[in-house]
């Protein structure tokens, strides 16, 4: 990812506002085949090394590649962990996921990088960036284990295929995914102690209590309590019901983290389905949750991550600086996204 990540800026021949571009079409891209919180952990210190090599403050970038990697993410079922609970709880497969919501986060993705001139034009204002600058860039020794990188891109297009045709397979994504990390661990003969040892254990445990309170709200009747208040507060419209899911989702994602919220909606959906279509409510929770969680600082996991890493770096990145640019972003998404939905499905 170093050596991608140099190359776009050489592509971008000294210009901040190319560079940015460069650097989120990437994220973006990369983010919707793999998973947006990877992604940033990656892209996030090559972008603080980057700028720092340039010269230039990093955080315009940083803000901007956590608005990609959601926008990105929110065109896959791997993408972004909203859409992953999404998928597993309906059974949709990652080409329906795709062929439905990639269209609407390509156009929402081209908008961001129109959109990010005016947001970021005064960060942006800086004497050009001398080429021999970037020249000093030294791509010789960022690849340190050919033969790994090898074996890697090997199991990493196994694995996207396995996504791709898992419908067909019967197999579930996360079974594809574990499938490929275990073949990588004995192709390459990796410690399995040094993997077990970077697994986020605390993450995995979150999400069992978490999946055990949501199943009691459903068990207690306050899931079906509350799909039936949305019922009633849209007189059981499907169109007046998804507009409502997606700025909602987007509100709540923005306040409480998109995937505590999510794993919450999901049973109330299912409980709204029986009486409506629920294919486009799938797609209007997705779309709320994965583009509402650009709204804050605390809306998705990437934001964190990304927020963490620039405080270690010395370049600490606030809750209301990331709102004026999040907020504006967001707003321009929902609207799109509303728009899409509408003219789809409705």
């Known amino acids: ?58 955080v315009p970038f940083l803000i901007a590649l956590i608005l990609a990697s959601n926008i990105g993410g929110t065109a896959t079922l791997v993408g972004d962990p909203p859409n992953i609970l999404i998928g597993s709880a309906a059974g949709i497969d990652f080409v329906t996921f795709a062929a439905n919501l990639a269209p609407i986060s390509l156009l929402i993705l081209i908008a961001f990088i129109g959109l990010s001139w005016f947001l970021f034009k005064k960060d942006l204002q800086v004497a050009k960036i001398d080429p021999l600058s970037i020249e000093a860039l030294d791509t010789s020794e960022l690849i340190t284990n050919e033969p790994l990188l090898r074996k890697s891109l090997v199991v990493m297009a196994g694995v996207i295929l396995g996504f791709l045709f898992h419908g067909a397979l019967h197999l579930q994504p996360a079974t594809i995914a574990l499938a490929g990390a275990t073949v990588l661990i004995l192709w390459a003969r990796i410690d399995p102690d040094h993997v077990l040892r970077e697994i986020e254990w ?92 650009n709204a804050t600082l605390v809306g998705a996991a990437a934001n964190v991550v990304v927020a963490n890493l620039a405080e270690k770096s010395g370049q600490p990145m606030s809750f209301g600086l990331f709102l004026r640019y999040g907020v504006i972003t967001t707003f321009l998404s929902l609207v799109l996204a509303s728009l899409y939905v509408w003219v789809r499905y409705l």
């Open 1 to 58: 990812f170093q050596w991608i990540a140099i190359q776009s800026v050489r592509l971008g021949k000294g210009n901040p506002y190319r560079i940015m571009v460069i650097l989120v079409l990437v994220t973006a891209v990369t983010s919707a085949l793999l998973d947006n919180v990877t992604i940033v952990i990656l892209m996030a210190p090559v972008t603080l090394f980057i700028t720092a090599s340039l010269g230039i403050s990093p």
């Open 202 to 293: 605390t993450s995995l445990f979150f999400f069992i209590g978490l999946f055990i309170v949501v199943e009691a709200l459903v068990e207690v009747g306050i899931i079906e309590v509350v799909a039936q208040a949305a019922l009633r507060l849209t007189d059981g419209n499907l169109q007046m019901t998804s507009m409502l899911l997606i700025w909602l989702s987007a509100v709540a994602s923005g306040v409480v983290d998109n995937i505590p919220y999510t794993a919450t909606m999901i049973p109330v959906v299912e409980n709204l389905g029986q009486a409506m279509p629920v294919g486009p409510l799938w797609w209007s929770l997705a779309l709320g949750a994965c583009l509402g969680g």
